[in-house]
């Protein structure tokens, strides 16, 4: 099951790129690593998967070097509405095997102030 | 909206009492995860169905059972309530049985223990 660490807690302002970064030192040759978004009383909403070097969507782009064992997402030009809890998961369930795209670690609490 | 219908939004019982909770997956999809969200607990995977079977368990109590109905719909039952049972129940579904297709939340269930 790979672990992943992400940091508590981010502050930034509206209008700049934030880059939230998970480390996840054990990530296996099969697994995939997927950022999700949770604003309060909400549940998580799927933002963007990737497995390897970049990718890029309407919303986020994920950075991912050639080891695997971080990931950095980017979210460019914030806002208000992007406070939030953001979650990194890593894994693949394969038959019998690991759960971790299943598990929600604590996330990342980013706060976007005026 | 995702998709992910959960009924009913709010619930209040009392303890020892049993409840049931609903949850209508998106369309098409055959995978059924129900998630536990308490302040002190982060979001915690329950259990996992797949096309009607049970397909990975995590942190379920033996007090609370689910189960996939052949039309894919899922309930989660919780008995003998107990106040640390107060939380918000998250139903998710997803295309696929054990692969890195994103997981799409309901709004959750507020279940509430006095």
């Known amino acids: 099951l790979a672990k992943t660490t992400q940091p508590i807690s981010m502050d930034s302002y509206e209008g700049q790129e934030v880059n939230i970064t998970c480390s996840h030192n054990?990530?296996?040759?099969?697994?995939?690593i997927t950022w999700y978004q949770q604003f309060p009383s909400q549940g998580p909403r799927f933002i963007i998967q990737?497995?390897?070097t970049k990718v890029t969507n309407e919303v986020a782009s994920l950075f991912i070097p050639a080891d695997r064992k971080s990931s950095t997402l980017s979210l460019p030009r914030v806002s208000l509405s992007d406070t939030a809890v953001y979650y990194c998961l890593v894994g693949r369930m394969n038959y019998g095997g690991s759960q971790g795209n299943l598990i929600f670690g604590k996330g990342t609490k980013l706060s976007v102030k005026p | 909206d995702s998709g992910v219908t959960q009924t009913p939004k709010h619930l209040i019982t009392a303890t020892g009492q049993r409840v049931t909770l609903r949850c209508s997956p998106r369309?098409?999809?055959?995978?059924v995860y129900w998630y536990q969200q308490s302040l002190d607990q982060g979001l915690q995977f329950l259990i996992q169905?797949?096309?009607?079977?049970?397909?990975a368990k995590g942190n379920i109590l033996e007090r609370f059972s689910a189960q996939q109905f052949p039309d894919l719909h899922s309930e989660l039952n919780l008995s003998s309530l107990e106040l640390g049972d107060s939380a918000l129940y998250f139903c998710a579904s997803s295309v696929g049985r054990d692969d890195n297709s994103p997981l799409h939340f309901g709004n959750g269930t507020r279940l509430t223990v006095t």
């Open positions: 369309s098409g999809d055959l995978s």
């Open positions: 990737g497995y390897k």
């Open positions: 169905y797949y096309n009607g079977e049970e397909r």
């Open positions: 054990n990530i296996a040759t099969n697994d995939y």
